[in-house]
């Protein structure tokens, strides 16, 4: 399985292999998982507002279309946010969901400088926001967008590679977290069974992730998914353009997916957006939860929404 696995990723990668084919994927809209058991009533789970003020990469009728149809199945009420982040944007919903913001210059640009996606004002207001009870879930794939969030990370001590996440360093290899290798860690969110899965009653035992970024959180916090020995982030000057001379940091220890509580409110932290999308590559292979190693992409954002909204 792990063979076939990474002949697959590495198709997909392959094909992915410059900022402009990188772009090349598309969202496959029609696919929403399997959704037998609700895990909450209709119109009775939490508000989720999707970002998608900040030129995102993800958005609710795009890439993150299957995202969206799958809360909605389980009873959230799943809104896009059109509006820069303020206190009043912020206060129509239960759940702040930041995937893959970039600022305006570095659209078409996925080369240094990276600009910051959010002004100062917005990251005060969803720092405030979430201290006194609001729940943010922020998505960060490979360079060029967690540059675009550095200040918005830091201010709650999460701190990026702007780079690529691999292994060996190399591209055109997927990642598999396991219980087994220890990189998957229990949680509530990993622990917890949803009903109406393919493998309904069963725990998140493992998880693929489609090339994403690494990330060190400097405050208590629970590791969901762990780097392990040979993993580096490569922090080239272009998107997916690597050379001898391209950074390299060893990641070993560091994150691809956390959570904590932040004040009174909560935080997920997940650096890569993929796995909780549905999309295919311009050869056509499935990228994320449409795959048959992803589908557990699709438990472990319900359960990552359960637990943001149980605060």
Aim: glycine share 10%; hydrophobic share 45%; charged share 20%.
């Amino acid at each position: 399985m792990r063979t076939l696995l990474t002949a697959l990723l590495m198709l997909i990668l392959i094909g992915a292999g410059s900022a402009g084919l990188r772009a090349q994927q598309r969202g496959e809209p029609a696919f929403v998982p399997k959704v037998a058991t609700p895990v909450f009533g209709e119109g009775t789970g939490p508000v989720v507002m999707i970002d998608e003020a900040h030129n995102n990469y993800h958005t609710m009728e795009g890439r993150y279309k299957p995202f969206a149809e799958l809360l909605r199945a389980h009873g959230c009420t799943v809104l896009p946010g059109m509006q820069p982040a303020s206190a009043p944007t912020l206060a129509s919903c239960d759940i702040y969901v930041i995937a893959n913001a970039l600022a305006a210059e570095n659209v078409d640009a996925w080369h240094r400088p990276i600009r910051n996606a959010f002004g100062t004002e917005e990251i005060d207001a969803i720092a405030r926001w979430v201290h006194e009870g609001g729940s943010l879930f922020l998505i960060v794939d490979h360079m060029p967008f967690p540059g675009a969030i550095d200040s918005l990370a830091i201010r709650f001590s999460i701190r990026f590679s702007d780079g690529f996440a691999l292994y060996g360093g190399k591209p055109g290899r997927g990642l598999m977290f396991t219980r087994g290798n220890d990189n998957l860690r229990p949680h509530w969110i990993t622990d917890t069974p949803v009903d109406g899965t393919p493998w309904a009653g069963a725990r998140i035992d493992s998880v693929v992730t489609f090339t994403g970024s690494a990330f060190q959180v400097e405050r208590a916090h629970d590791p969901l998914l762990v780097f392990g020995a040979g993993m580096e982030s490569l922090e080239p000057q272009v998107a997916w353009e690597f050379d001898d001379k391209t950074r390299r940091i060893r990641i070993e220890g560091w994150r691809h997916g956390a959570a904590f509580e932040y004040g009174k409110g909560r935080v997920v932290v997940f650096g890569e957006a993929a796995l909780f999308s549905a999309q295919r590559s311009e050869q056509g292979l499935p990228i994320g939860m449409n795959t048959p190693e992803g589908q557990w992409g699709a438990p472990l954002l319900v359960n990552i929404i359960r637990w943001l909204a149980a605060r």
